[in-house]
């Protein structure tokens, strides 16, 4: 079972900032929150992942709650080439190693 | 450098048929995780092999095994196949086992094998 909640899906207009919100609030103190996305029948693409400090790459920026039961991410300037789906992760601890547990995911569309 | 890939691209079976699936993680990561992706869900884990061990399985049935080879690569193995195997089957690689509180061990995935079951 996922342990995050998102928004099944949004819509954002192009060259607007894309901010995708995620719940995690049964995150426990050493685990990272990872961000992939997804587009139409490939790989998952891996964006970024943080603990509990706001982290920057040159996809996108990632902005952690202080009690880290939630996160953003956020994508600057949005292209219609990052339309896809984006899954914001947790991993579950299982037998020794920890298991990232995917959602359903946003379904993000840039339009024109 | 080249990243995960993954053979065959496509496949079609047929009911109770036997398939093998290819990975070979980027060079110098020593951990495959398989996964599962039905249409319209995200991935499910299936397996996890680190060192050339299972480390980790998700809630599959037996039907389901895999193995890691000496170079990292790894295979998935289904049998008896049903019409619920269908699926996009995904190989990501990482540099170590996965665990809850090292950087190092970031998934990277391969562009993964279309399973069509008839």
């Known amino acids: 079972d996922a342990k995050t909640t998102q928004p099944p899906s949004m819509d954002c207009a192009e060259g607007r900032a894309a901010n995708l919100p995620c719940n995690h609030s049964t995150i426990s103190g050493n685990e990272y929150v990872y961000w992939y996305r997804q587009i139409h029948s490939q790989g998952p693409q891996y964006i970024i992942h943080?603990?509990?400090n706001n982290e920057t790459n040159e996809m996108a920026s990632l902005i952690i709650t202080e009690d880290r039961k939630s996160s953003t991410l956020i994508l600057p300037h949005a292209t219609l080439r990052d339309t896809a789906v984006y899954y914001c992760i947790v991993r579950v601890a299982s037998g020794g190693s920890y298991i990232p547990t995917f959602g359903r995911g946003t379904s993000l569309i840039v339009h024109p | 450098d080249a990243g995960v890939t993954q053979s065959p691209t496509h496949l079609i079976k047929t009911r109770g048929q036997q398939v093998t699936l290819r990975c070979s993680p980027i060079s110098g990561h020593k951990s495959v995780s398989w996964y599962q992706q039905v249409l319209g869900q995200g991935p499910q884990f299936i397996f996890q092999y680190y060192e050339k061990e299972e480390r980790g399985r998700g809630n599959f049935p037996d039907r389901f095994s895999a193995r890691q080879f000496p170079n990292y690569s790894s295979e998935l193995n289904v049998n008896a196949l049903l019409l619920g195997d269908s699926a996009l089957y995904l190989c990501?690689?990482?540099?170590?086992?996965?665990?809850?509180?090292?950087?190092?061990?970031?998934?990277?995935f391969g562009p993964g094998t279309r399973l069509t079951v008839l």
């Open positions: 990501a690689s990482s540099l170590f086992l996965l665990a809850g509180s090292t950087r190092g061990d970031t998934q990277y």
């Open positions: 943080g603990l509990k």
